[in-house]
């Protein structure tokens, strides 16, 4: 890792980890930004977004832009929320068309949106699945691990433990 642990105030475990992950307090300098990335996530998990899309969406952000700390981070609680082994392979292998209409649509967008490529006729697949508040929290949650995925990288935070390191 390119810098020290930094701190968070506090942490209430909004999601999947029990501990703050390495990335969270990597970003910890002052607290303020990991208390920052951590109040951004908690509205997102108390959103309007079902957290099975939510984690569709995170794990085709991840499969974008093939980042290994978000992608080990989220594939196996994927697994827990009805999303299968063969959806979650298709995200990684690019191959959308494998997945339900409604699983495309969240996955596309994702990927969309982190390629800032997000077309007329994909936001309009997505009105139809979502209402406005979902598809922003989307829009949201894809930009919010994209950047977390940047900042890894940049940092080389090293994968928390029980994680696979590599993509």
């Known amino acids: 890792m ?6 968070i105030t506090s942490y209430d475990g909004p999601g999947d980890n029990t501990e703050p992950p390495k ?3 990597a970003v910890g300098h002052p607290a303020e930004i990991a208390d920052g990335c951590l109040n951004l996530f908690r509205s997102l998990v108390n959103g309007a977004l079902s957290p099975r899309d939510r984690k569709l969406a995170t794990l085709a ?11 080990h981070h989220h594939a196996d ?9 063969a959806d979650i392979d298709a995200i990684k292998a690019g191959e959308t068309h494998r997945l339900t209409p409604h699983d495309r649509v969240v996955v596309e967008l994702g990927q969309a949106v982190e390629r800032q490529a997000v077309t ?6 997505g009105t139809a699945e979502f209402d406005t508040e979902q ?6 949650v894809c930009a919010y691990y994209g950047m977390l995925g940047r900042i890894q990288a ?13 993509y």
């Open 77 to 85: 609680s994927a697994l827990t929320m009805g999303i299968t082994q």
């Open 120 to 125: 007329d006729e994909l936001w309009a697949r």
């Open 2 to 7: 390119r810098t020290p642990v930094g701190k």
């Open 61 to 71: 952000t991840a499969a974008a832009i093939e980042n290994a700390y978000e992608w």
């Open 23 to 25: 990335l969270l307090l």
């Open 135 to 140: 598809l922003v929290q989307l829009t949201v």
């Open 154 to 166: 940049a940092l080389q935070v090293d994968q928390d433990e029980g994680f696979a390191a590599t």
